[in-house]
């Protein structure tokens, strides 16, 4: 069930300070060449850094001299290009060695930028259920949030979706959104509900079913109220929209329905057991969403190492 956008004439907002420093990790290939100028159209600070930076594997010593070389010649074919969309940013280039994920991860623990910023591979389904993405196995390792770019930048974001709960991580990921979009957009929030005892109950007929999910359904809407008054609050248009189902089912449904060209969720980066049942919904958006994807988790949690 979804509202209309809402809006209050209260002065308290929520963080909106551009983004002073973005690194993009680059592989050379069209799409991160996309991920590289969707980061020119965030919104920056006036001085703002660009770090482009690539991993390059460790080669035979033969073969070393003329991969470095060309290595660099990409990047600063690159910079060349950050600067043609953004002059007045600085733009610089790193190239390093070794696995891109440990690599990547680690330069954006050391030097914390605001965002880290990554193109989408071709997708390689049984390899990534059964090891991961580059890009997944960052956002899950990496505090720093990551932005996984799936389609051609053309523009601002303009239809932007949080998949909100009403757990820490998901009000990091609206809180952080503030950084990556005009204030003035609308923000679609999803809350994706599913009744805990409807399968756990033997017997139930309809109307008793129909009760239990429009409880659970109320029950969401009274938790989720803080959420909606600090957006009132701080005058950023939005929508609520509930739906009963998985939350996967739920936010892939909803990214097509809306065509929206960025979906914002909070992960504990969780690994091992406990990351495959419990946060497999973040790997899932990651893996399927057709647009954009912006992971975002509390800092504080503690990283385990790749």
Do not use: W
Request: glycine letters at 4%; charged letters at 25%.
């Amino acid at each position: 069930m979804s509202e209309r956008p809402s809006r209050s004439n209260s002065s308290l907002t929520l963080e909106r300070e551009p983004l002073h420093h973005i690194v993009v990790a680059t592989d050379f290939s069209a799409r991160a060449e996309q991920a590289l100028v969707r980061a020119t159209k965030l919104p920056l600070a006036e001085t703002a850094r660009i770090d482009i930076v690539h991993v390059l594997p460790e080669l035979p010593r033969a073969y070393d001299t003329r991969a470095v070389r060309s290595a660099q010649s990409e990047l600063d074919a690159l910079a060349g290009v950050a600067k043609e969309q953004r002059r007045e940013a600085k733009v610089a280039t790193k190239l390093l060695r070794g696995d891109p994920a440990r690599v990547i991860a680690a330069l954006a623990t050391e030097a914390k930028p605001d965002l880290l910023v990554i193109g989408r591979h071709g997708k390689r389904p049984l390899r990534d259920l059964f090891l991961g993405s580059t890009a997944e196995k960052i956002a899950r390792h990496c505090t720093t949030p990551v932005l996984l770019v799936n389609r051609p930048p053309r523009s601002e974001y303009r239809r932007p979706i949080v998949a909100i709960d009403t757990d820490e991580t998901s009000m990091v990921a609206m809180d952080f959104m503030g950084r990556a979009v005009s204030p003035t957009v609308v923000r679609h929030l999803v809350h994706a509900f599913e009744p805990l005892l409807e399968s756990s109950i033997m017997g139930l007929n309809d109307e008793e079913r129909a009760r239990l999910r429009h409880d659970c359904k109320l029950a969401a809407l009274e938790a989720l109220g803080p959420v909606r008054r600090r957006l009132q609050l701080a005058k950023i248009p939005h929508t609520l929209t509930l739906k009963l189902g998985p939350p996967r089912t739920v936010l892939i449904k909803a990214i097509e329905h809306k065509d929206s060209d960025l979906i914002a969720l909070g992960t504990h980066a969780r690994s091992g057991v406990s990351y495959a049942f419990l946060g497999s919904v973040a790997a899932d958006v990651l893996r399927e969403a057709p647009c954009d994807v912006l992971v975002v988790r509390p800092s504080r949690l503690r990283v385990k190492p790749l």
